[in-house]
């Protein structure tokens, strides 16, 4: 059984698409198969990128498999020529376009398989560099295999390394479902996005950046959750303008309640509050809950149940599910998931506004895939205690 949710404290800013234009750099050829050194390691990389500048986009090879047979394009004047693809006359596997797009996107995803999966064995380069080239890499097999799957339907899913690298080869590959295509791609894209940069990496715009990957992944929600306070229902239904789904609230992800001090100002220039509310920060295991309020030990409780029985779900298998709440109420959750004391109840901090967490679920556990990810270019200043 698998899930994703999607956390969010306020509000997310969706993505665009593609940015591309030619590769200016030098691209080595892979070179050494045991790949042992930053720069051969590099060089693979590069050729994650070829099938964008060469057969695929450089002549008509994909514009005829995506456009052409529907009403966009007609070859009247054309006679035979791709009759094959126009008017699905004698098509079959030697026929040219399919067989480009099928050899270039499948030789290209066991290059960016290598790429991800022998990262570990280069031991010189920068981490910083080689996280970034690995999410690039994920990004690029995620959009070949949309390619594959769009064309193709449930092809087979590979995430092994080179045969030139493992020794390795299948002689007798599986098809994969389409939800399980799909599933990784989305997993894919959802690794890389908080990693890459904004900029591209090296300053070479036909780089893949942050906004590639988050037009690729344009997650469809299938079923959302919200707290029934106005900020976070107003944010659901801001994501999902113009979508049918179903919106359920639900008080168990509203915001801790502040009781008497709901309202007052918590920040130090404004501080509105008893000194002993400074425990909500820094020691949340010793806070006191004010007359009408929570404390952290009730918010842990209530977000948990809801977590788990969401989980267990049967019927959300293979579903994207958009969860909006609030701060502490989200940490709650995620404390839940950690497993971790009321003392590290606020994890590595407060979350950003509009901040977006993801949490897979296989089989009824739930694993934090990305945490505190902003989708949007303003700096955002840190919480003021």
């Not at 949340?284 to 918010?299: L, T, W």
């Not at 599910?321 to 995620?334: D, N």
């Not at 998931?337 to 979350?351: A, N, S």
């Not at 679920?361 to 270019?377: H, L, M």
């Given at each position: 059984m698998k899930n994703s949710f999607k956390y969010i404290g306020s509000a997310i800013v969706a993505g665009l698409l593609l940015s591309s234009c030619s590769l200016d750099e030098d691209n080595p050829h892979a070179g050494d198969a045991t790949l042992n050194?930053?720069?051969?390691?590099?060089?693979?990389?590069?050729?994650?990128?070829?099938?964008?500048?060469?057969?695929?986009?450089?002549?008509?090879?994909?514009?005829?498999?995506?456009?052409?047979?529907?009403?966009?394009?007609?070859?009247?004047?054309?006679?035979?020529?791709?009759?094959?693809?126009?008017?699905?006359e004698e098509f079959g596997t030697s026929t040219n376009n399919s067989k480009k797009l099928w050899k270039q996107a499948y030789t290209t995803i066991s290059t960016c398989n290598t790429v991800i999966n022998e990262v570990d064995n280069i031991l010189d380069g920068e981490a910083d560099a080689k996280n970034i080239l690995v999410a690039e890499a994920k990004t690029l097999r995620a959009f070949y295999y949309s390619l594959l799957v769009s064309q193709f339907g449930p092809v087979t899913l590979n995430l092994e390394s080179s045969s030139s690298i493992t020794g390795i080869v299948d002689l007798y590959p599986k098809r994969a479902s389409e939800k399980d295509i799909y599933a990784q791609i989305i997993k894919d894209l959802s690794e890389a996005i908080p990693v890459l940069p904004v900029e591209p990496y090296g300053g070479n715009r036909a780089r893949v950046t942050k906004k590639t990957a988050k037009g690729l992944a344009d997650i469809k929600f299938d079923l959302c959750y919200t707290s029934p306070l106005v900020r976070a229902r107003e944010t659901a239904e801001l994501i999902l303008a113009g979508g049918t789904m179903q919106i359920i609230e639900d008080a168990r992800i509203e915001e801790m309640a502040f009781g008497e001090y709901e309202g007052r100002c918590c920040s130090k220039k404004g501080w509105e509050l008893p000194d002993e509310f400074r425990r909500f920060f820094d020691g949340?295991?010793?806070?006191?809950?004010?007359?009408?309020?929570?404390?952290?030990?009730?918010?842990?409780k209530r977000t948990g149940e809801f977590l788990n029985e969401l989980c267990k779900k049967a019927e959300y298998q293979n579903s994207n599910?958009?969860?909006?709440?609030?701060?502490?109420?989200?940490?709650?959750?995620?404390n839940n998931?950690?497993?971790?004391?009321?003392?590290?109840?606020?994890?590595?901090?407060?979350?950003?506004?509009?901040?977006?967490?993801?949490?897979?679920?296989?089989?009824?556990?739930?694993?934090?895939?990305?945490?505190?990810?902003?989708?949007?270019?303003d700096e955002v200043e840190p919480w003021e205690e």
């Open positions: 050194n930053f720069q051969a390691w590099y060089g693979m990389q590069a050729t994650c990128y070829f099938p964008l500048n060469n057969e695929l986009y450089s002549s008509s090879d994909w514009l005829i498999m995506a456009e052409t047979g529907t009403d966009i394009w007609v070859s009247s004047n054309n006679g035979d020529y791709a009759k094959q693809i126009f008017n699905y949340p295991d010793r806070y006191q809950a004010p007359e009408g309020g929570e404390d952290f030990a009730q918010v842990k599910i958009l969860i909006a709440t609030h701060g502490a109420a989200l940490a709650g959750m995620l998931i950690k497993g971790r004391p009321l003392t590290e109840y606020w994890g590595d901090g407060v979350h950003k506004n509009c901040a977006v967490t993801e949490v897979e679920v296989i089989d009824g556990i739930p694993k934090i895939i990305s945490e505190n990810v902003v989708y949007y270019d």
